[in-house]
């Protein structure tokens, strides 16, 4: 079912949504994009005159209840948002009187799904080498079910719209779409933006197609990277795992992250490229400093000399001038991960450089998809949010999604 072509009207929808939104350390919401992310499917459905009913998680409260990562909140933050007033059941899986009583028009947020394991379907407290684990794992699964079961029971219908979970198999994503049929279960208008902003980077690709990839390691990215050599015309590794390469190549990086376990993946990684035709720019200066702070002192220097008590934390000059060229001469960009530590405004200038390089070839006609909290963080702490084609909700998801694996929170719509 397409929600466009749905009627909310006398309906209890119970819509997935994904307000995992940062909190400060009173809990006040610091940036609400996840929310508003929300906003045209739960407007919809309230106008159609149904029931709203959204469930989320928010961080890993691993199955037990943290007071610290309670969804209560944000029901100012999403009362404001949609223009309701919206009620609050204290424990997911037994809202049975609050959803009873909730009328046509009116919204009922659901605490933490993650309180409960059951949500991730992962046994708790056995470790995987345990000869218990599987049978704990069943368990489990039978128990996750039941979860599913419970949440379904609320609700006439069940709209996916939480692209930042859509890569994992939870109860809520995954799992309690089999208690709706075809025509009461449907993707949000969020995750259908999603799904064509994905497409619209693997389908059609307009050439040159520059990727860059950064933050802290190459061990979360490698699966992204390898797939990407088949894509792109360009490949751009920055952040953190630029030290790793630079190692792997015999360079002294001094106190600079580095993941020594992973010197003959950077090393074939370099070799796929150069077989593939692949450009591969990499950082070759870096701004380092000789504290892990904003405050530290800093010097410019090659990526494969560092001194040994500095740390390199940005990319350097030349290296913003190597990057912006492959960017500005691109048709389709993909962005993910910071160049540095971004969150030091010392040590943001890199990022602020590829954003600034990626506003203007899209302003020159490039199609730009941002993807993953921090560089999302990145264009919009420098302001170039509105100067580029889509920004993404989802990080694991949208890499996922872009490796070309099936996200089980579309397929368990589509199927
Ligand atoms: P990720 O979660 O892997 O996308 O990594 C994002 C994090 O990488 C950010 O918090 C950055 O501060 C961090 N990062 C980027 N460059 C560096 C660097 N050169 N050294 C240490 N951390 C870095």
């Given at each position: 079912m397409k929600i466009e072509d749905f009627n909310f009207a006398g309906k209890k929808a119970i819509v997935r949504v994904d307000f995992n939104v940062p909190l400060d350390e009173n809990g006040n919401v610091t940036d609400d994009t996840r929310i508003r992310g929300a906003l045209p499917t739960l407007k919809k459905v309230l106008a159609d005159g149904g029931s709203l009913i959204m469930m989320s998680h928010m961080g890993k409260p691993k199955g037990k209840v943290n007071p610290k990562l309670s969804l209560s909140q944000i029901v100012k933050n999403v009362s404001d948002a949609l223009g309701v007033e919206v009620k609050f059941a204290a424990d997911c899986a037994n809202a049975d009187k609050e959803v009873a009583a909730l009328k046509a028009g009116e919204a009922l947020l659901l605490e933490n799904l993650r309180f409960y394991a059951e949500e991730e379907?992962?046994?708790?407290?056995?470790?995987?080498?345990?000869?218990?684990?599987a049978e704990a794992k069943e368990e489990m699964k039978k128990k996750q079910k039941e979860f599913a079961k419970k949440l379904a029971s609320y609700a006439d219908c069940y709209v996916m719209d939480a692209f930042g979970t859509?890569?994992?198999?939870?109860?809520?994503?995954?799992?309690?779409?089999?208690?709706?049929?075809?025509?009461?279960?449907?993707?949000?208008?969020?995750?259908?933006?999603?799904?064509n902003a994905v497409?619209?980077?693997?389908?059609?690709?307009?050439?040159?197609?520059?990727?860059?990839?950064?933050?802290?390691?190459?061990?979360?990215?490698?699966?992204?990277?390898?797939?990407?050599?088949?894509?792109?015309?360009?490949l751009i590794l920055c952040g953190g795992m630029t030290y790793t390469f630079s190692k792997a190549q015999g360079g002294?990086?001094?106190?600079?992250?580095?993941?020594?376990?992973?010197l003959d993946v950077a090393l074939d990684v370099m070799k796929k490229?150069?077989?593939?035709?692949?450009?591969?720019?990499?950082?070759?200066?870096?701004?380092?400093?000789?504290?892990?702070?904003?405050?530290?002192?800093?010097?410019?220097?090659?990526?494969?000399?560092?001194p040994a008590?500095?740390?390199g934390m940005d990319i350097g000059p030349d290296t913003r001038v190597s990057f912006a060229n492959a960017i500005k001469s691109a048709k389709?960009?993909?962005w993910n991960g910071p160049a540095g530590v971004f969150e030091f405004d010392n040590f943001a200038g890199g990022s602020k450089a590829i954003a600034e390089a990626i506003a203007e070839a899209t302003a020159n006609g490039a199609f730009s998809l941002i993807g993953g909290g921090d560089s999302v963080a990145c264009?919009?702490?420098?302001?170039?949010?509105?100067k580029v084609s889509y920004i993404s909700t989802g990080g694991g998801a949208l890499l996922e999604a872009i490796e070309g694996k099936e996200l089980p929170g579309v397929a368990a719509i589509e199927k």
């Open positions: 379907g992962k046994p708790v407290g056995i470790d995987k080498a345990d000869p218990a684990y859509a890569h994992r198999k939870h109860a809520s994503t995954a799992v309690i779409d089999e208690f709706f049929d075809k025509d009461h279960k449907m993707l949000g208008y969020l995750m259908e933006k999603e799904v497409d619209k980077v693997l389908g059609n690709i307009e050439r040159p197609f520059t990727a860059i990839m950064g933050g802290s390691k190459v061990s979360s990215k490698i699966g992204i990277i390898e797939n990407l050599l088949d894509k792109v015309d360009n002294q990086i001094g106190k600079s992250i580095c993941e020594d376990d992973k490229a150069a077989d593939k035709g692949v450009n591969l720019v990499l950082a070759t200066d870096c701004i380092a400093g000789d504290d892990f702070s904003n405050d530290a002192n800093t010097q410019v220097c090659d990526v494969k000399n560092i008590e500095w740390e389709t960009i993909l264009v919009n702490k420098f302001g170039l949010a509105d």
